[in-house]
């Protein structure tokens, strides 16, 4: 599903090659003005750098993606993929490499205003009433969050997770990311996750949608099963229910 890097290209080179080809494909939204500050109400603002919607990408842009139904999401070398299951339905996919990982999930939203600064609050007022400790912050991506969530450590005791959450409203869908592991204490860790989520891709489909209603996934053809629960090098201690290092019941790995 990925292809092979030559040796000495790292895996933000393969995502660059996607960025540009992409800017190549998107419409262009110059004659757009950019929203500032809140967007509650508002309509989503131009996404020349992503992430995209299917309609606006060619073919030959889709090239270097794992399919995933509801997501067409970028690969990058020895990066894991795993999905989680809401009864019968795939609703979300996280992607790991090395110590650090990105769950992306798409929800339908309205035709005419983001959703994303409503999101926003509600989540940072979910993990306030649960004790957190929430930082609103505008990075690369646009407005989100950084959060100190409570969780119990395998011992029984209480610690925290740090987790950042980023959202992007498009045309009838948003996309959450929730960055986790060292990516979301180190920048540098980050980037490439982040071009990760720039690069997504969302399959809306025309079917109507109650907003907020998740995107159904789908496994790729060629996915690789791993069984539940088989021990994986580099996983850090599971940290409770946000950890995306434990969590779905299913688990491909792409090479």
């Known amino acids: 599903m990925f292809r092979r890097r030559a040796k000495g290209e790292d895996a933000g080179n393969q995502l660059d090659e996607l960025a540009d080809a992409d800017s190549n494909e998107f419409e262009d939204a110059s004659d757009l003005e950019d929203g500032e500050g809140e967007r509650v109400g508002l309509p989503p603002a131009p996404r020349p750098e992503g992430p995209f919607d299917i309609n606006e990408v060619e073919g030959a842009a889709k090239d270097g993606r ?101 959202g992007c409203d498009g045309p009838r869908w948003f996309l959450r990311g929730v960055i986790s592991g060292q990516a979301a204490m180190q920048d540098d860790a980050a980037a490439v996750l982040e071009q990760v989520f720039r690069q997504t891709i969302v399959v809306r489909g025309d079917s109507p949608m109650a907003p907020r209603d998740p995107i159904v996934l789908r496994l790729p053809e060629d996915a690789q099963m791993v069984p539940d629960g088989m021990p994986q090098q580099g996983r850090p201690a599971s940290m409770g229910d946000l950890n995306p290092f434990d969590r779905g019941p299913e688990i491909t790995e792409v090479r």
Do not use: C, H
């Not at 989680?84 to 992607?95: F, K, Q, R």
């Not at 505008?138 to 119990?152: C, I, Y």
């Open 66 to 166: 794992v399919d995933l139904g509801g997501l067409l999401v970028p690969g990058v070398d020895g990066m894991e993929l795993r999905v989680e299951v809401a009864g019968d339905a795939i609703v979300a996919a996280t992607l790991v490499l090395g110590n650090s990982a990105i769950q992306l999930q798409a929800f339908a939203a309205p035709r005419s205003e983001g959703i994303w600064g409503e999101v926003r609050d509600e989540i940072a007022d979910g993990i306030r009433q649960q004790g957190g400790v929430v930082d609103e912050e505008e990075s690369n991506l646009g407005w989100g969050l950084r959060a100190q969530v409570p969780v119990q450590l395998p011992d029984g005791t209480r610690g925290v997770q740090l987790v950042r959450f980023v």
